[in-house]
């Protein structure tokens, strides 16, 4: 089942169902370490989420994500997620999640389930908490990439760990190739500088390559590039796209102007250029696009 023909046919309660969706937002509001007031979902975007398509991209700026303000956690949704629904904002290919989250001095998710899902994450400012029922406690800290394959099923809560200042990070869900894997957890440390214009690969379908390693023939490359940097990123494996996030700065990619927190998404090419029009910070996120998995 290739993309248009997925979200056409797909069941949105059947989809937070699978995902847990109703769990996570469930265990945030019960948690007594997380909110004393009670849980209202509030802010959410349901209008203003136009995007741009041609035949082989897709543009997504900034301001038309879902936008879930909860006071504890400020969240934007690239993707339809949680009560922002849009049909039109399913996924992209395989990546099924991509939240860009703000969480409250001492304030975090509380425990919840997750099923048969590749879950990154990417501290962008501050320290996150991680524990998770396999006894595994761990901070992610910027410079990090963490990951958790959920296979058979984990449970895990995500707190931040200080005190006196909000945690900023990414929330990306990739689906996976392999059903009921044992579930499993990564953390690293990315090598300081790797990344200063050029592309850094932090993640991959390969235990033996650069940064961390998922269950899904998918690569995420991040790069900081200074103004007038240009760079060619080449397509690893055919049939697979690439959904470009700004995370800081202005670039080009293709003739696309881009700005800070723009998503753009690429597919049935061979390799793309970025150029940054400023100095600028983005990341690539490399996935399957056909959905038969």
């Not at 999640?97 to 590749?118: C, I, Q, R, T, Y």
């Not at 761990?138 to 760990?161: R, Y």
């Not at 993640?203 to 200074?226: C, K, M, T, Y």
């Amino acid at each position: 089942m290739k993309r248009k023909e997925f979200i056409q046919n797909m069941s949105w309660g059947g989809l937070l169902a699978t995902l847990g969706v109703g769990n996570y937002l469930k265990a945030a509001s019960n948690s007594s370490s997380v909110q004393k007031t009670n849980f209202k979902q509030v802010g959410f975007n349901h209008i203003n989420n136009m995007e741009t398509k041609t035949n082989t991209t897709v543009l997504h700026k900034a301001d038309t994500r879902g936008d879930a303000n909860h006071g504890w956690l400020h969240s934007k949704h690239t993707f339809s997620f949680a009560n922002y629904y849009n049909p039109e904002r399913m996924s992209f290919g395989v990546l099924r999640v991509l939240n860009d989250d703000k969480v409250a001095a001492g304030m975090g998710f509380g425990k919840h389930p997750h099923s048969d899902m590749e879950i990154i994450s990417i501290p962008l400012e501050g320290d996150l908490k991680h524990m998770d029922s396999t006894g595994r406690s761990e901070i992610i800290k910027q410079g990090d990439v963490q990951v958790m394959s959920a296979g058979t099923g984990i449970q895990h809560s995500e707190m931040n760990a200080n005190k006196d200042k909000e945690v900023k990070f990414l929330q990306i869900w990739v689906m996976p190739n392999e059903r009921g894997v044992t579930p499993r957890y990564q953390q690293i440390t990315l090598e300081e500088g790797a990344r200063d214009n050029k592309l850094q690969q932090v993640l991959s379908p390969n235990a033996d390559d650069e940064g961390v390693w998922i269950h899904q023939d998918a690569w995420f490359h991040l790069g900081r590039l200074d103004k007038d940097t240009a760079v060619t990123y080449d397509i690893k494996k055919a049939g697979n796209g690439v959904y470009a996030f700004i995370i800081e700065g202005d670039v080009t990619i293709n003739g696309q102007k881009l700005e800070k927190r723009d998503g753009f998404g690429l597919w049935d090419i061979e390799s793309f250029d970025i150029k940054a029009d400023s100095n600028a910070e983005v990341l690539l996120m490399e996935v399957p696009m056909d959905l038969t998995h």
